[in-house]
């Protein structure tokens, strides 16, 4: 996919406004994109930006600077197509399973009576052509034995006269010459020549239950040596580095059947996690994942896919300051970074970003209450700070009113090019902004030759305000009121610390390597 269609994906999926950051993030995680480059952010946010000049030919509008979202109507739509596709897919898996089902019992019996019939037809060629080698074999004997001193043909004829049935004569000697050529050995007549001796004694045919005993007593012995051949192959393949464990020593999975997940990072967590502790490699994981349909994605290579899900996911949660989920072991094998702890210790670690979590909601009402409490003045000086980090350049002040109010221009930084946009800042905390200030606002624009403008106020916003900033067919503002504000002061590290608690764990690959 495009940026564009990504980010159209991704805020479909999410049903509410993001930051083009969190749009980038989701779009990186889930694999959507064909084309990341080296700043998939900055690429993210000019695409948008580009599209939201559209008007009513985009799909995404922008509701304040960097955040984005669907339009309604747009919205609904894609939905309903996604359900659509989705109902259909459905339909036709259970279309092809229930066609596997009906075709699979007559396959089995076919093969069941070809393999039968194969095996017979092969004995009995087997037969036919050890027949004919032992009439060549007999006559060749024959013409041998013809140069046989006197006394060798009277013991013969002697033991001829004398044979008990246990083929001790000139016959039997015979056969038992013909097995030592066969074996390639002189000393004793291989299993093959010992069977045949047997069966064809002084003339007399065995019993077919004993020939055929007797006849596969080599094949049989044929098994070792396969099983010999196939163990230094095995040992091949991990110096390659493939992987050595097999899908049957695998979980059954079973809990995962009907489960359904968004991203591909999030459906190999879960099959790692159902694996008992225990490292697979990537083209195990992908067999799961695609076998039982965890995720709506299609792919033509399934282990390349998941590979790739796992080091972005890391990749994003390393950006973020996060713990990576994944670890690569030897062999090309995967496990979970938290297997380094038990489970006692996952548990306290969700506790921790809980509480984390709950003082960050502390912080942000903190900072929100003395960001009321500050002077205009001081006030504008905040919000000039703001702009400055989220890439808004050439800040000027224009006007400054009788209360308290400032309006000034800047220029938005927007890939090569730069957008001219009228800001105007509302220190009355206790106030409330109305549509008029809107209207206001926008009526400026042509002094300033901006094309968009912003408001940031941290006291009540009315509704009316909220629909004329949003109206398709005139310029666009931004209304910033207090949660968003804090939210971005807080982004942007402006009125707040960050401290990081590290977290120790084994690292579980690294002590696997040491084993191996």
Same mark, same amino acid.
């Given at each position: ?32 994109? /064909? ?37 309604? !109507? ?56 050890? &027949? ?6 007999? +006559? ?20 001829? &006269? ?11 000697? $015979? ?9 390639? &050995? ?48 095995? =040992? ?8 050595? !464990? ?16 968004? /991203? ?12 008992? #502790?225990?490292?697979? /490699? ?10 039982? =349909? ?13 590979? /790739? ?7 994003? $949660?390393?950006?973020?300051?996060? *713990? ?5 072991? #030897? ?28 003082? *960050?909601?502390? &912080? ?26 989220? +890439?808004? $350049? ?18 938005? $930084? ?72 804090? #939210? ?29």
């Amino acid at each position: 996919m495009t940026f564009y269609e990504a980010a159209v994906e991704v805020l479909r999926r999410s049903g509410r406004p993001l930051h083009f950051k969190k749009i980038t993030e989701v779009a990186l995680r889930d694999e959507l994109l /064909s084309h990341v480059g080296k700043t998939p952010e900055s690429t993210m946010e000019d695409r948008l930006d580009l599209e939201t000049k559209k008007d009513d030919a985009s799909w995404i509008v922008r509701t304040r600077p960097g955040v984005y979202m669907l339009k309604g !109507d747009v919205a609904e739509r894609l939905n309903d197509e996604a359900k659509a596709r989705d109902e259909e897919n459905r339909i036709k898996r259970e279309e092809a399973k229930k066609k596997k089902q009906a075709k699979a019992p007559v396959i089995e019996e076919d093969s069941e009576v070809d393999d039968v019939d194969d095996t017979e037809d092969d004995e009995e060629v087997d037969d036919s052509d050890d &027949s004919e080698a032992d009439e060549d074999s007999d +006559d060749a004997d024959e013409d041998e034995d013809e140069d046989d001193d006197e006394n060798e043909a009277a013991n013969d004829a002697s033991s001829d &006269s004398d044979d008990d049935g246990e083929g001790r004569g000139r016959r039997g000697r $015979r056969r038992r010459r013909r097995g030592r050529r066969r074996s390639g &050995s002189g000393d004793a007549p291989s299993d093959t020549a010992t069977a045949k001796t047997e069966v064809k004694t002084n003339g007399q045919v065995a019993p077919a239950a004993e020939r055929a005993e007797k006849v596969e007593k080599p094949r049989k012995a044929e098994k070792p040596e396969k099983a010999e051949k196939a163990e230094p192959s095995e =040992k091949r393949g991990r110096r390659r580095g493939r992987s050595s !464990d097999k899908p049957a020593k695998l979980a059954s999975f079973d809990d995962l059947e009907g489960e359904r997940f968004e /991203s591909i990072a999030d459906a190999a967590f879960a099959v790692l996690n159902a694996n008992n #502790r225990k490292p697979i /490699s990537a083209a195990n994981v992908a067999k799961v994942v695609f076998d039982k =349909k965890l995720v709506k994605f299609h792919t033509h290579d399934p282990e390349a896919t998941i590979e /790739s899900a796992m080091v972005t996911d890391n990749q994003v $949660r390393a950006r973020g300051s996060r *713990r990576p989920l994944f670890a690569q072991y #030897r062999d090309a094998r995967w496990g979970l970074t938290q297997w380094g702890v038990s489970d006692e210790g996952v548990e306290k670690e969700q506790q921790i970003l809980a509480l984390a979590a709950e003082l *960050r909601q502390e &912080s942000h009402d903190q900072l929100g209450e003395a960001v009321g409490r500050l002077k205009s003045e001081a006030f504008e000086m905040v919000v000039m700070t703001l702009l400055e980090r989220l +890439d808004y $350049r050439n800040l000027k002040v224009s006007k400054r009113t009788s209360d308290g109010d400032m309006y000034f221009s800047a220029d938005w $930084r927007r890939g090569f090019s730069d957008l001219r946009v009228c800001v105007r800042v509302l220190s009355d905390a206790e106030s409330t902004l109305e549509a008029t200030a809107v209207k206001e606002l926008r009526e400026t624009f042509e002094h300033y030759a901006a094309a968009e403008g912003i408001i940031v106020h941290i006291g009540e916003v009315s509704k009316d305000a909220v629909r004329e900033s949003r109206k398709d067919d005139v310029a666009k503002v931004t209304i910033i009121d207090r949660k968003a504000l804090v #939210r971005l002061l807080i982004d942007e590290g402006i009125g707040v610390r960050t401290f990081q608690t590290p977290l120790v764990m084994v690292d579980t690959a690294f002590i696997d390597a040491l084993q191996r």
